[in-house]
């Protein structure tokens, strides 16, 4: 077949290259490498697109065939780095900017991450990270190279149990100041911490903050007046067991005069302290227009072992 018959058959390398990384960026990083076997002209195209996911199933190739006993944990270490290695080779390849990333932190290894977030707050702009880890049940610190994505828009950082991600600010941290949404979800973090990162969030319109412990406290006031332009916010009740609500609650702390919607989740934990916070909200959100309470029911049984089962539904 002549060339100029393949190109009539191949309609989608003709299209305009931005309408090519649009459709790229639908892919995961990983099948979106694998168009590079099509064509020389495609060898090269998934590279400039401006999505990276580097996410669960990188890793999993290399832990699936791992296995277990003292004689293999040299092989199991070597797969990490080698993963770590393949990682590296991928930001190598890069020829366009970088705007939206997702990194899988693994389970036993982050070895990989603080290089990888150095290089990409010196050399992309990146507006959207996600860092997940749903494996991990040690504690794990985030590199302070986090607070130098200063072109962030959203942010949000979630793993499986409670502080398995710990979150502390660098002693000099210039802010986000186009970040508009942020997801902290069983994270580790310090109210000293939340509120430094909070006040430094002058354009955060939507806030998840589903925090465990920390061994601080801080006042309703002193979170309230860091969320000046806040809309959407969803919480728990964890959060008022490090908060000091006011002792007078007829006089309302700062008001929350841009919050539309609440999301109040597990509600089913709900204690005095948690009653007494969600009430704080309404009376501080004059324009409230949405209150969404989460509940959660957990039942066991033992079909071929223990099993918990969780129903929920939204008021």
């Known amino acids: 077949m002549h060339k100029a018959e393949r190109m009539s058959l191949d309609r989608i390398s003709t299209l305009p290259q931005p309408i090519l990384e649009a459709i790229l960026c639908h892919l995961s990083t990983k099948e979106a490498a694998r168009t590079s076997i099509l064509s020389r002209e495609w060898r090269y195209k998934w590279t400039t697109i401006p999505k990276l996911e580097l996410s669960h199933s990188v890793w999993c190739e290399s832990a699936s065939n791992q296995t277990s006993g003292i004689a293999s944990s040299r092989r199991n270490r070597n797969m990490r780095c080698k993963s770590c290695y393949d990682m590296q080779h991928i930001l190598l390849l890069r020829q366009g900017p970088i705007h939206e990333l ?12 603080d290089p990888i977030m150095l290089h990409l707050s010196r050399n992309h702009p990146v507006k959207k990270l996600t860092l997940s880890n749903w494996d991990c049940y040690s504690s794990y610190k985030l590199p302070t190279s986090l607070f130098s994505f200063h072109h962030l828009t959203d942010l949000d950082i979630n ?90 609650l007829q006089v309302l702390p700062t008001s929350l005069i841009h919050l539309k919607d609440i999301c109040f989740e597990q509600i089913f934990r709900v204690h005095g302290y948690g009653l007494a916070f969600l009430l704080v909200l309404i009376k501080c959100s004059p ?10 029911i957990v039942r066991n049984t033992s079909l071929y072992g223990k099993n918990i089962q969780m129903f929920g539904w939204s008021i």
Not at 102 to 113: A, K, T, V
Request: glycine letters at 4%.
């Open 287 to 296: 324009n409230l227009e949405t209150i969404k309470l989460e509940m959660m």
């Open 102 to 113: 997702s990194f899988y932190i693994p389970e036993d290894d982050c070895l990989g991450l």
């Open 159 to 248: 793993c499986l149990d409670i502080n398995c991600l710990d979150l502390d600010h660098p002693q000099i941290f210039n802010g986000f100041g186009s970040l508009k949404t942020l997801c902290l979800r069983f994270v580790g973090i310090s109210s000293k911490t939340l509120l430094c990162l909070l006040s430094n969030c002058p354009s955060l319109k939507t806030l998840t903050l589903l925090v465990g412990y920390a061994d601080d406290k801080c006042t309703v006031n002193e979170l309230f007046e860091c969320l000046p332009m806040i809309e959407h916010l969803t919480t728990w009740p964890r959060v008022s067991r490090w908060l000091v609500l006011d002792l007078v």
